[in-house]
């Protein structure tokens, strides 16, 4: 099986997650990044926890920079709520899984 997750681009941004019918979590992140790496395997398993609820995606800063400048992301791992359209919410940082979880819950 593959990853829970969704790889998401400058190009897919719009279609996969302003255009999203269900709130969505944007993990902004890079390989030479080891918070990011860190936090992966709990948004993984968190995506597979709230499937067809919430859609947990991915961008890579170095190969896409479009989204993360017009969002002013400045540090990473920096994770964004997303529901209709709008960012709801924001956390900049590696936490927890349970922590993930509750921030997740907070802005559904």
Do not use: H
């Not at 992301?73 to 960012?87: C, D, E, M, S």
């Amino acid at each position: 099986m593959g990853a829970a997750t969704v790889a998401v681009t400058d190009a897919t941004f719009d279609a996969e997650v302003r255009k999203s019918n269900i709130p969505v979590v944007v993990d902004f992140w890079a390989e030479w990044c080891g918070p990011c790496r860190q936090i992966g395997p709990a948004l993984e398993e968190l995506a597979t926890e709230y499937a067809g609820k919430v859609k947990i995606v991915k961008v890579n800063v170095d190969e896409n920079p479009d989204s993360p400048a017009q969002l002013g992301v400045r540090g990473i791992p920096a994770l964004f709520l997303f529901k209709n359209g709008q960012v709801v919410s924001n956390k900049v940082g590696a936490a927890p899984k349970a922590a993930l979880a509750t921030w997740i819950n907070s802005a559904i």
